[in-house]
């Protein structure tokens, strides 16, 4: 696990390759996505690592309800009782109510490769056959600014999932993206801003054209849900992702 501070209070933690972030003022904090369902200890761990708790989190906040993304988040509700938000297209996501995942079948007809091979074994070992789905879940709209560490405001860039959301830290000039922007290739680790494969995005079309919604967003730094930090802005981002598309 890596913990990495990109602006001053603004951590990156990733393990597994997936990302979650910090986000510190005072000893209050925001935890953005859980990672996966076997990762609630590295997620205390990565808290602990910067001298805080579970104690001290104010809310978890996802960027969307995929299995990699939320793996920790009930377990983080249920016994810290912290509130866990997700965009309103996004509950019946984390509520397990509906599902806009890859499927197993075609993970499972593309295992002969052996990058997605051992990406799905470590998925596996992380847990990704069983999330956790959240029993309760306090949504926002497009748009909100969220009262909370960081005062993240919320923008809807749907494609990967109905709801996925990015988060626009305006004071760190930090824009987290979750899995609507990446900066790593899922499979083959290649780097490189780009939007995911189609096969893991709900609505590959929309997933692209959401990305627009970022263009103008005033930042430095660009956090993805796969991928190391992004040093630039949003508008470099997502031309270097249309680029590779
Ligand atoms: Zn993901």
């Known amino acids: ?116 091979f051992r990406f799905a074994l470590m998925s596996l070992g992380r847990g990704g056959a069983s999330v956790t789905p959240l029993t309760a879940i306090e949504t926002f709209q497009d748009g909100a600014t969220l009262d909370t560490p960081g005062s993240p405001i919320a923008i809807h860039v749907p494609g990967h999932t109905s709801g996925s959301t990015a988060y626009h830290l305006g004071d760190k000039g930090v824009l987290i993206t979750g899995d609507a922007l990446v900066t790593t290739h899922l499979y083959t680790r290649e780097v490189g801003a780009r939007v995911m494969p189609a096969e893991f995005n709900h609505d590959h079309e929309l997933a692209i054209s959401s990305i627009g919604r970022l263009e103008d967003i005033d930042a430095t730094v660009v956090l993805t849900g796969h991928g190391p930090p992004y040093e630039g802005s949003p508008k470099r981002a997502v031309e270097e992702a249309t680029a590779r598309l």
């Open 1 to 116: 696990m890596e913990v990495l501070e990109v602006a001053p209070g603004v951590y990156q933690v990733t393990a597994s390759r997936v990302s979650w972030q910090l986000i510190v003022e005072g000893d209050s904090i925001t935890v953005v996505d859980a990672g996966w369902p076997r990762d609630y200890k590295r997620v205390v761990a990565s808290l602990e690592q910067i001298g805080h708790s579970p104690g001290s989190v104010d809310a978890v906040l996802l960027t969307h309800a995929h299995v990699d993304h939320m793996g920790a988040a009930e377990k983080l509700r249920s016994l810290h009782d912290i509130p866990v938000r997700a965009h309103q297209e996004e509950s019946e996501l984390a509520l397990g109510l509906r599902h806009e995942s890859i499927t197993t079948a075609k993970v499972i007809s593309q295992m002969w490769r052996p990058s997605v």
